[in-house]
C-alpha cells in the first residue's frame, strides 16, 4: 500500500468526524479541540528536548488548559497571572542553564499550539451556532484545499524552490497552487453549504491570501522545529500522517489570521456576528 493510499484511507473517516464534531459544537467541539491542542504539545515537548532544550514536564500542559479554556473561565486573566508567576518562579531557581532553557522552551510549548488552536475555538463561537459553523467550515475547506493543491501543484509543476534549506519540497508554483485551493475551499463554503454565509466573497478575498500566506508559515514552522531536533515527522500516532502536529501546523497560525481579519471585518462594521 502506497503511503498516498495509507493517508487518504485515514484523511477521509478522520475529517468526516472533524466535521462532524465541528458542526455539533459546544462542548464536544471544544474537548476535541482541548485533546489535539494537549497532543501537539506533548510532541513539540519531545521535538524541542531533542533540539537541546528540553521543557517542564508539566507547565506545558497547564500552560495550555489555561489557554484553551480561558474562553469558559469567569476569571482567566487572573489565573493566567497565577499560572505565570508559579510558572517563572519554579523554573528560574534551576541549576545552570536548565532554567533559562526550561523558561524559554516551556513557554513556547506552552503558547504556541494552544493560543492557534484558541482561535479556532474563537471562530466557531462567533455569531449563532449556525454562523460559527459555516465560519470554521470555510476555514477547514481553506487550509485543506490550500494543502491539497499546493501539494499537487507543487509535485507536477515546481521548480523554484520556497524555503530549501527548511523544507526542500516546497515550491512557488505549489504556493500558487494553494492560494487556488483555499480559493476553491471559500467557494464551496459559500456557495454550496446551505447556510447564508455573513460576508460576501469579495470580501473574503483577503482571507484567503491570509490562510495561504500564514498556513505555509505554520507548517515551515514545523519544519524547522523537526530539523533542528533531527526528525521526520512529530510522532507516529497518525497512519500515514505522522502526528498530530504533522497534521495542525498550518491551523496554528491561519487560525488566528482568519479570526483576526474576521474581528477586523466586524469592527470596521462590514460584518455583524
Excluded at 20 to 41: C, D, H, K, P, R
Excluded at 69 to 91: K, R
Excluded at 110 to 138: D, E
Excluded at 162 to 185: C, D, H, R, Y
Amino acid at each position: 500500500m502506497s503511503e498516498l493510499t495509507k493517508r487518504i484511507l485515514f484523511a477521509v473517516p478522520a475529517a468526516a468526524f472533524f466535521l462532524y464534531l465541528t458542526y455539533v459544537g459546544g462542548a464536544y467541539f471544544a474537548a476535541l479541540i482541548v485533546l489535539i491542542g494537549l497532543l501537539i504539545q506533548r510532541e513539540v515537548s519531545v521535538i524541542s528536548g531533542k533540539a537541546g532544550f528540553p521543557s517542564d514536564p508539566l507547565f506545558p500542559y497547564i500552560i495550555g488548559l489555561w489557554v484553551l479554556l480561558s474562553p469558559f473561565f469567569h476569571h482567566d486573566l487572573a489565573v493566567g497571572l497565577a499560572v505565570f508567576l508559579l510558572f517563572t518562579g519554579t523554573q528560574i531557581v534551576k541549576p545552570g542553564d536548565r532554567g533559562l532553557k526550561s523558561l524559554i522552551s516551556t513557554s513556547f510549548c506552552g503558547l504556541y499550539a494552544p493560543l492557534g488552536l484558541l482561535a479556532l475555538l474563537l471562530v466557531r463561537q462567533l455569531g449563532n451556532t449556525k454562523t460559527g459553523f459555516v465560519l470554521t467550515l470555510s476555514l477547514l475547506l481553506m487550509v485543506w484545499g490550500n494543502d491539497i493543491f499546493a501539494y499537487f501543484g507543487g509535485k507536477n509543476f515546481g521548480k523554484n524552490h520556497l524555503a530549501p534549506k527548511i523544507s526542500p519540497n516546497k515550491t512557488w508554483e505549489g504556493f500558487f497552487f494553494g492560494v487556488a485551493g483555499a480559493l476553491a475551499g471559500l467557494t464551496v463554503a459559500l456557495y454550496l453549504v446551505p447556510i447564508a454565509y455573513p460576508s460576501p466573497l469579495l470580501l473574503m478575498l483577503p482571507a484567503v491570501l491570509l490562510v495561504s500566506v500564514f498556513g505555509p508559515v505554520g507548517d515551515l514552522t514545523a519544519s524547522r522545529l523537526k530539523r533542528a531536533a533531527g526528525v521526520k515527522d512529530a510522532s507516529t500516532l497518525l497512519p500515514g500522517h505522522g502526528g498530530f502536529f504533522d497534521r495542525f501546523d498550518a491551523f496554528i497560525l491561519a487560525a488566528p489570521a482568519f479570526y483576526v481579519y474576521l474581528k477586523f471585518l466586524e469592527v470596521m462594521g462590514y460584518v455583524s456576528f
